[in-house]
């Protein structure tokens, strides 16, 4: 009997902040998450248990990501090679809109405030794939207010301007830290490789792509594997 009260209370406490909980958003932007998503988060936080809701929102979040949306011409003249020669597994998984992207890893940080790997994913995605810079400043810059001593949304910010300005030097430069870090996401490696192979730097590229081959993401293996053999039938 009690165990049943309790579930009463907790449906009825889920659809009372169904009615009222709004998620957070990035300046001039609407978030309007699926019945399904809501409502499990509600839930999950009802009971506690915001860690796993933080984890359910991530694989969400990329899930999300990894549906295609289609392509967009990359604006940045030290990218443009790579858009053009990727393969069809990496567009699958880069180019389109996904105006979802850094509103959902905002609500990951409000479940964990701790959860940097969302944020920084999701703005390596929009900087470097969605041709958003300015959106992953703004997205780094709320991460930084949860957690203001984590390094790594400041050299991510630091990569993203020079990436606006078109300075793929300085942005390797900047990642360089983040890229030692063995919680990099993949993505960020890729995008690092084809920057060294576009200024020669053909070693640093090709030991990138076999940290990729390492990497528990299989959607960047099959370039990685591709890149590599290249490097290696170059005399």
């Not at 081959?213 to 299989?218: I, K, T, V």
């Amino acid at each position: 009997m009690r165990t049943l009260a309790v579930l009463l209370f907790v449906a009825g406490l889920n659809a009372a902040l169904l009615s009222r909980w709004a998620p957070p958003v990035l300046p001039g932007q609407k978030l309007h998450l699926a019945p399904e998503d809501a409502v499990g988060h509600i839930g999950f936080m009802a009971l506690g248990m915001r860690r796993l809701a933080a984890d359910v929102a991530f694989i969400r979040m990329l899930v999300y990501y990894g549906s295609p949306e289609g392509e967009k011409e990359h604006p940045y003249e030290y990218l443009a090679e790579y858009y053009s020669q990727a393969s069809p597994e990496h567009h699958a998984y880069e180019g389109g809109g996904y105006p979802q992207l850094g509103p959902r890893s905002l609500r990951i940080l409000e479940l964990d405030p701790y959860f940097s790997y969302a944020p920084l994913y999701a703005a390596g995605a929009l900087a470097f794939n969605l041709q958003r810079p300015e959106e992953a400043l703004t997205l780094l810059d709320e991460a930084r207010r949860f957690e203001p001593r984590n390094w790594r949304y400041s050299a991510y910010m630091a990569a993203v301007a020079f990436h606006k300005k078109g300075d793929g030097m300085k942005v390797l430069s900047e990642l360089a830290p983040a890229l030692a870090d063995p919680d990099c996401p993949t993505m960020l490696r890729n995008i690092a490789a084809f920057i060294n192979l576009r200024y020669g730097r053909k070693e640093e590229a090709a030991r990138l792509y076999e940290e990729i081959l390492l990497s528990r993401d299989d959607n960047y293996h099959a370039e990685a594997r591709r890149k590599l053999k290249e490097l290696r039938a170059v005399p």
